[in-house]
């Protein structure tokens, strides 16, 4: 791989101006990576490109992952701008609490459409360039929610299990190539986008059924995210679903 010869490494984060995609960057540039910042929120996105005004290796476009056309332009387009990609992150996602017998089916598919087409677009697109570079790591942002039924998640569970069936499918398909593909479930998180989901009530559900008591910090998210893009320390690990939850996935009985 091109890391061995001793440049600096390519990053390319989807939802990259909040969130754990914002904080996956931070985490990124400080240990040295070139990253690439994709997401649709344009005056977001300036905000966080100017954030890393100080780094010369850092590439921005808007783009909407459904959109086929523009992601393959602009992963095009940061792969020829910073030298190269050995890393993807597929963070951008949207997120609703409805019950289920409340969901638009426009909704469904429109989560569906986001959360798993957009993914796979986004990975396709990285795979055909990591294939012809020799290899590389992609890490694709699932939930809890994916992997245990929770109130409210008929959509965004649905769409979270998706991408973990379909980490493990890339992960088969690429590894001949020498293409990593894993995921990481977290469970509630401080983002916007939970902060705005979020009532107090919520919280105060969330909390109770977590054994370590709290929400994470998007940066205890996007140090896994690391870990699993990093060859040398994660290089044996392909198809993987990492959850980083509190507890909650093995979680039972919890006494007050």
Partial sequence: MAEAAGRARVALITGAASGIGAATAVRLIASGWKVALLDRDERALEAAQGSHAGSPHVFAAPVDVTDETAVQKAVDQAAAALGGLDGVVNSAGIAVDIPALDTPVDLFRKILDVNVVGTFIVARAAARIMKERGGGAIVNLSSVAGVRGSKGRSAYGSSKGAVIVLTQVLATDLARYGIRVNAVAPGPV????????????????????????????PGEIASVVEFLLDGTRSGFITGEVVAVDGGFRGAGIIAD
Avoid: S
């Fill in 190 to 217: 401080d983002t916007p986008m939970v902060k705005t989901m979020h009532t107090a009530e919520d919280r105060a559900l969330w909390t109770r059924h977590i054994p370590m008591r709290r929400y994470a910090e």
